[in-house]
């Protein structure tokens, strides 16, 4: 194995703790996430 063509892993997704959100970007992501489980939700329905 050659060390140079190694390269750190990033995460798909980057969770960051709760108290370094703003309370204003919570509640849009709290809205977002619902609107997307309505959208999701109508498609099976259909």
């Given amino acids: 194995m050659n060390s140079v063509n ?3 892993k990033e995460p798909f997704i980057r969770v960051i703790k709760r ?3 703003s309370k204003m970007e919570i509640m849009r992501l709290r809205i977002i996430a619902f609107i997307l489980a309505l ?3 109508g498609l099976f329905i259909l």
């Fill in 6 to 8: 190694k390269k750190a």
């Fill in 19 to 21: 108290a370094e959100r």
């Fill in 39 to 41: 959208a999701a939700g």
